[in-house]
C-alpha cells in the first residue's frame, strides 16, 4: 500500500493569473521530492489561506523503525517544500 501526501497550497492572496504557476511549482516540486515509489501525492490549492501544509491520509505503519523512516522522510518533504514556497513568493513579489 502507499502512502497518500496531500499538499494543500494556500493561495488566499495570490491573483487568479499567478494559480496556476504556483499550482505547477508545487506539482514540479513533489515530483522531485517525493521520488519514493511508496509514496502518491496529490496538490490542492485552498483560497482561504495563505498557509500552506502537507497530510498523509493513510499512514499505515507496521513497526517503530517504518515510523521513524516514513517521520523522517515527510519532515525533509516539508521543508524542503516551504523553503521552495518562501522562494516562489519571493520571486512573486518581484513582479
Not at 490549492?45 to 515510523?67: A, Q
Request: charged share 30%; glycine share 2%; aromatic share 10%.
Amino acid at each position: 500500500m502507499k502512502t497518500i501526501l496531500v499538499f494543500y497550497v494556500g493561495i488566499k492572496d495570490i491573483s487568479p493569473a499567478e494559480v496556476d504557476h504556483r499550482i505547477n511549482h508545487v506539482r514540479k516540486l513533489t515530483s522531485e521530492l517525493v521520488v519514493d515509489e511508496t509514496f502518491l501525492s496529490f496538490v490542492i490549492p485552498v483560497r482561504s489561506t495563505e498557509d500552506t501544509w502537507i497530510e498523509c491520509l493513510n499512514p499505515v505503519l507496521l513497526n517503530n523503525k517504518e515510523y521513524q523512516d516514513t517521520k523522517d522522510k515527510l519532515q525533509f518533504i516539508q521543508e524542503q517544500y516551504q523553503k521552495s514556497l518562501e522562494s516562489v513568493k519571493d520571486t512573486e513579489s518581484n513582479y
